[in-house]
T-cell receptor, first 115, second 113 residues
Framework: DAEITQSPRHKITETGRQVTLACHQTWNHNNMFWYRQDLGHGLRLIHYSYGVHDTNKGEVSDGYSVSRSNTEDLPLTLESAASSQTSVYFC??????????????FGPGTRLTVL | QQQVKQSPQSLIVQKGGISIINCAYENTAFDYFPWYQQFPGKGPALLIAIRPDVSEKKEGRFTISFNKSAKQFSLHIMDSQPGDSATYFCAASIQTGANNLFFGTGTRLTVIP
């Protein structure tokens, strides 16, 4: 079955370290998204990609970067982790090119703690 | 600023009761309004969605009511069950092909037996 996976599921790191969160989908979707979820803020868009080699900034992109070298993967990198980046991160994918499939499919999330 | 405003933040309903969650938006270009359901430790999953050409959509016990003139939409859960206890997010997007979603802040629903 097609799915979207994230790794690691839990990560503890120290301030200033570089961290990369992985996202892998087997839906063959063109669009992929990274969100962070914080209490009182809901889900906020960090970065998104419409296809290979395409990346775009979302609402809260400062301190984060992504790259898209293939259809299946969109890793999220925190260049220098800060305590304010402690959050739960969700990856999602969609393929609006297919009629009636505006749905975004979410991964299980990565809980990141920056000490 | 929050593009989609959601209320209440939390809701406690007796089993068998009706749960109602409300959302409001300002951007009249939005043309797709989904609701996502999230259980603890899981990612959000699409529950039901509506487009502005209809005022109501029903799927089982879940109904979206949409008021285009008021720029408001709501989720009604009829005959609420303990298994419905979850966090619910409304969202909105412009279906230009990118379908970037703007989410509300979420409502934590607890259905007590």
């Amino acid at each position: 079955d097609a799915e979207i996976t994230q790794s690691p599921r839990h990560k503890i790191t120290e301030t200033g370290r570089q961290v990369t969160l992985a996202c892998h989908q087997t839906w063959n979707h063109n669009n992929m998204f990274w969100y962070r979820q914080d209490l009182g803020h809901g889900l906020r868009l960090i970065h998104y990609s419409y296809g290979v080699h395409d990346t775009n900034k979302g609402e809260v992109s400062d301190g984060y970067s992504v790259s898209r070298s293939n259809t299946e993967d969109l890793p999220l990198t925190l260049e220098s982790a800060a305590s304010s980046q402690t959050s739960v991160y969700f990856c999602a994918s969609s393929d609006p090119g297919l009629a009636g499939t505006d749905t975004q499919y979410f991964g299980p999330g990565t809980r990141l703690t920056v000490l | 600023q929050q593009q989609v405003k959601q209320s209440p933040q939390s809701l406690i309903v007796q089993k068998g009761g009706i749960s109602i969650i409300n959302c409001a938006y300002e951007n009249t270009a939005f043309d797709y309004f989904p609701w996502y359901q999230q259980f603890p430790g899981k990612g959000p999953a699409l529950l039901i969605a509506i487009r502005p050409d209809v005022s109501e959509k029903k799927e089982g016990r879940f109904t979206i009511s949409f008021n285009k003139s008021a720029k408001q939409f709501s989720l009604h859960i009829m005959d609420s069950q303990p298994g419905d206890s979850a966090t619910y997010f409304c969202a909105a997007s412009i279906q230009t092909g990118a379908n970037n979603l703007f989410f509300g802040t979420g409502t934590r629903l607890t259905v007590i037996p």
